[in-house]
């Protein structure tokens, strides 16, 4: 397989997707983004002076922004929850905690133990607990209401206190029961336990402790009760909030400005290599570039984007989940690399081995596991592969009785599969042109289309990864643009059209 040939025919099809998108979007692009279309005009490219920003307005946007990173998450991830976690015992953080509570429970044990005893802490946490046992409580739950506030009236427990008739064992089995009423299946077993528990201190202990799992079992139920309704009204909550952060401060557009800039710039340099490659192309007209082209090759961008970089404040809802897919599509380029360097040498001989392809994939996988964090060795993992490939090659032409690999062809493999993570590879650079053709035609399907692109040639060892990557990406594009489309468009035409009058599209008749 030559690579030059291949290297050609990925040229020609990315731009004919190119030319493709421009030429639908051109007729429309100048008339679409005419017009301001964010709903107010806070884009930072206009020339009004800079606000300046108090802490008051800085701390509300940033409760809009944690409002909208939270009710995105919830939306989008249907694994999404509230964990309850603690300190590990052996941390700092840990240690103190346990030395703080152990002297607050012994200093109750000891109160409890005086003779008469003294009540005021443990009236305390029974007052803690009723609050708590009232937060569980759906609106409309009158009679547990009334019946916890009857029970665990503080005022009357303090009577009781002072004529040392409390009934401290009764109290905490009724809220022992109560808790039973109000809890989650799964924390059953929690309050047999406490069932069993003789020594009062310990009791109360141990109820605060099943309490806040019970916290958390709520917030989690309301988290799925809130799910569908944040997914019906998501595209307008996010648009929203994002206005109020932007009306709080105006600057949170800068760098979404400059991804976009970015991205025109790419264009235009793209454009200008095109002109000067070709002879005869008419240098003196002006090509429109296209919005939509410009936007979609920003978001490819994000696939190889040094997230130690700040993302553009649009994106930062998803940030975790593009760097997984990045990282995800780094593993499946490998991948590819290795098995398209394996047919290129050894093709002939393991051409007719029934899935070969996805032998040297299950072998990739498991040395590539975690490569994206910073202990990870690279190179080490790819001498690796290279050896259990010649290993896997050697032992398939053995089985059919064909002469195995030379050293030196041994080691002519194993060096150019350890090359892959070399700047300027060919082979590498191969890949990542077809993944990213790949990714640029799903951007250029429309979104309510579901069938997936041609996928490109030497990726069918990972066309099923690819497929499942790149409809969680078209996803994440797709819902960006409904939210921030009208925000995109302002910055667009102030960018591409900046001698457009604004509302010229609105006083126009459309021209088909």
Known sequence: MPLNDEQSSDSDSSRLSESTASSSDSEYSRQSFNSDSSSKPSSPASASPPKVITFDELMAAAKNLTDLTLAHEIAVNANFCIKHEDFPQNSFAGTVKQIVHKAFW?????????????????????????????????????RIQNQICEVLDTDLIRQQAEHNAVDIHGLANYIINTMGKLCAPIRDNDIKQLKATDNIVELLREIFRVLDLMKVDMANYTIQNLRPYLQRNLVDYERTKFQEILEETP????????WIKESIEDELSSISDE????????????????????????????????????????????????????????????????????????GAAIVDVPDFADQLKRISVPLLEGMNKKTFDLKEALNAIGVQVCSKVNMSLAERDLPTLSEEMQSNLMGQIAHIVEDNNPVSSLIDKRIQFFMRSLLALPSFQKCMPTMPGGLSVIQTEMEFVGSQYASIVNFNKQVYGPFYANILRKLLFPEAPIGKAETETPTN
């Open 106 to 142: 012994d200093h109750l044990e000891s109160e409890l133990n005086e003779d008469p005893p003294e009540y005021e802490h443990a009236i305390k946490l029974f007052e803690e607990i009723k609050e708590i046992l009232l937060s569980f409580l759906t609106p409309g739950a009158n």
């Open 275 to 346: 002109s000067s490659s070709s002879p005869g192309a008419d240098s003196s007209s002006k090509r429109i570039i296209s919005p939509t082209l410009v936007l979609n090759n920003g978001y490819l961008k994000l696939l190889q984007w040094d997230y130690r970089k700040t993302i553009p404040e649009t994106l930062i809802t998803d940030e975790v989940r593009l760097q997984e897919l990045r990282e995800k599509l780094n593993q499946l380029k490998i991948i590819a690399c290795v098995c398209l360097i394996t047919n290129n040498m050894v």
């Open 251 to 258: 600057s949170a557009l800068d760098l979404t400005t400059e």
